[in-house]
């Protein structure tokens, strides 16, 4: 696609269930980052891939949170047994650091821990 | 590890004026980026600033790098209404390639 899709857009959990967020990047770009935002807060970074590994994984918040990326592409961010102040919304980004760009964001997943 | 930091945290500042944002980062980078961001919404990008005395411009907003003060700088220019949003600077960790974002700055312009 033309950009960084983001799926779901909203979610809305029960506390103690797991839900997976997933992110697809702009085609060819080899990082994607993994970002969460609490209501009026800036960006905490969350988790870094490099294709498919991911050489950075000091921002997951607890063992509840992983994240894989197959493919160099699809990358999947999944949140065990949640709690309440998992909810945030949760941006994805790709680039490509040979062209020396920036990252490009997607929508956004919001979620909700009820 | 790389820190950065914004300031202000917030602005109102009257439609006309002229203000700058700072941006200060902790370790050495090749990398910066400017984004905004409006309620609700994702992050938009605005500059990318890939070297030692690099300015860009767009409109009223202009953006520079200083690596030796590891200092980025937003200018706005005779604000306008339609430039209210939340400002963000980040910088790429060179040793580990990843984004580290400031707090952001929430500019509010009045008429």
């Known amino acids: 696609g033309a950009g960084v899709s983001q799926s779901p857009s909203n979610k809305v959990t029960e506390k103690g269930k797991d839900v997976e967020l997933r992110c697809d990047p702009i085609s060819g770009h080899t990082a994607l980052y993994w970002y969460r935002q609490s209501l009026g807060q800036g960006l905490e970074f969350l988790i870094y891939?490099?294709?498919?590994?991911?050489?950075?994984k000091s921002g997951l918040p607890s063992d509840r949170f992983s994240a894989e990326r197959t493919g160099g592409s699809v990358s999947t961010l999944t949140i065990q047994r949640t709690q309440q102040e998992d909810s945030a919304v949760y941006l994805c980004a790709s680039s490509s650091y040979i062209s020396n760009t920036e990252a490009f964001f997607g929508q956004g997943t919001r979620l909700t821990v009820v | 590890e790389l820190k950065v930091e914004q300031n202000p945290l917030f602005l109102s500042m009257q439609e006309g004026k002229n203000y700058t944002i700072y941006c200060n980062y902790s370790t050495t980078s090749d990398r910066l980026y400017w984004y905004r961001q409006d309620p609700g919404k994702s992050l938009e990008s605005l500059f990318v600033l890939l070297s030692n005395g690099a300015v860009k411009q767009e409109g009223r907003l202009m953006a520079s790098l200083d690596t030796k003060a590891r200092l980025s700088t937003l200018h706005i220019t005779a604000a306008v209404h339609d430039l209210s949003a939340t400002y963000f600077c980040a910088v790429v960790d060179s040793s580990a390639s990843k984004i580290i974002f400031g707090s952001g700055t929430r500019l509010s312009i009045r008429p």
């Open positions: 891939f490099q294709g498919n590994s991911a050489p950075d």
